[in-house]
C-alpha cells in the first residue's frame, strides 16, 4: 500500500510540472556549419583583444559576428536581422551610440574591429554582442533577440558552430 501510495504521489508531482516552452525564432532557418578562425592569422588576430568583433560571412545565414569580450570568452551571434524575413532585410551592421544620448548611427568605418553593438537597418534596433540582447527599438512585439551559436576555444583556434 505504501509503495502505490509512493508511486502515485511520484506521478502526481511529475505531472503538474512543465516544461517552459522554448519560441523558435520564425524569421530564422536552421544553418548547419562548423568554421574555425585562427587567431594568429591577420585577419582574426584582433580577436585577441578584450571588446573587439569580426564579422565572417562564411557561416549561418548571413554570416555571423565574433565577439571576444574580456578572458577566454567569445561569443557568435548570427548577422541576419532576427526581426525579419532573411529576404527581406540586410544583415545587421556595426553601430555606435552617439555621445550623451539613446540614439546609435551605424559606424563609418566598416572595418572598425572595436564594437560591441549591431543595429538592423530595416527597423533601427539595436543589439548587444556581449550578451545578444535587444538595446534600443521602436518595436513594440515580435522583436526577437540575436541568435547564439557554439563557440569552442581550443588555443588559437576559435571553433563556432550550430
Known sequence: MKRYLFFLITLLCLSACQKERLLRNPNLGE???????NTNLPLY????????????PYG??????VTHTTGNTYYAWEAACP???????????CATKVSESERFEPCNDPNKHSFIFVQCSCDHTVYSLAN????????????YPLLN??????????????
Open 132 to 143: 545578444g540582447g535587444v538595446i534600443s527599438t521602436d518595436k513594440r512585439e515580435g522583436v
Open 149 to 162: 551559436y557554439a563557440v569552442s576555444v581550443a588555443g588559437n583556434i576559435i571553433t563556432i558552430s550550430n
Open 31 to 37: 544553418a548547419r556549419f562548423s568554421y574555425s578562425l
Open 60 to 65: 549561418g545565414v548571413k554570416g555571423f559576428f
Open 83 to 93: 526581426n525579419h524575413s532573411v529576404n527581406t532585410c540586410e544583415r545587421l551592421t
Open 45 to 56: 588576430n584582433v580577436l585577441k583583444s578584450d571588446f573587439s568583433t569580426v564579422f565572417v
